[in-house]
């Protein structure tokens, strides 16, 4: 069996057919094979409220995960809310924006103050946000440092703080445009 099963993104590009439609069908098949027990979990990345408001009425098992592009200048906490909201876990992805957050002044500064890397102190404020997160790297020294976030907590002054440089960037893809 698979562990977790997603549909990556929204959009399906198939010719005659409306991006709702090919979700629903996509869905439907990926329901079937949770109900044989092929998936122990189905998912979605990538989809914002309105297209999980389109699969709730076109199927029947609600995702059980959104991944999505989260980290200090994408926080959509209405997305994470919703999710929440109907028991979809929501799993941040890019927690480093692609390295943009590395360089952020106010990271940096924080970084200097728990005396971690500015990588951990993303990786720790998405965990303290609640949010599942899946940094990415290739090297084994990344990896191990990406995993020593568990033995310190950033204040909550400090955590406002990183919420508070959201400015709606992505860094990924952006699904808004997708209907």
Not at 24 to 53: D, P, Q
């Amino acid at each position: 069996f698979l562990d977790l099963y997603l549909i990556h993104w929204p959009d399906a590009h198939v010719p005659g057919k409306s991006n709702r439609e090919v979700r629903a069908e996509t869905w439907r098949a990926m329901e079937e094979l949770y109900e044989k027990g092929l998936c122990r979990s189905i998912g979605v990345s990538n989809f914002l409220i309105s297209h999980l408001e389109q699969l709730k009425e076109d199927c029947v098992i609600t995702p059980h995960v959104n991944q999505v592009e989260y980290h200090p200048f994408q926080r959509p906490q209405e997305l994470v809310d919703y999710c929440r909201s109907r028991d979809i876990v929501f799993e941040g992805y890019c927690p480093l924006a692609k390295g943009e957050a590395l360089t952020h002044p106010s990271v940096i500064q924080l970084a200097k103050k728990y005396g971690r890397t500015p990588a951990q102190i993303c990786i720790r404020w998405s965990i303290q946000n609640g949010i599942v997160t899946i940094p990415k790297s290739t090297k084994a020294e990344r990896i191990q440092e990406n995993c020593k976030v568990f033995d310190f907590t950033i204040a909550e002054d400090d955590v406002d703080i990183l919420n508070g440089m959201h400015d709606g960037r992505h860094v990924s893809w952006d699904p808004s445009l997708i209907v």
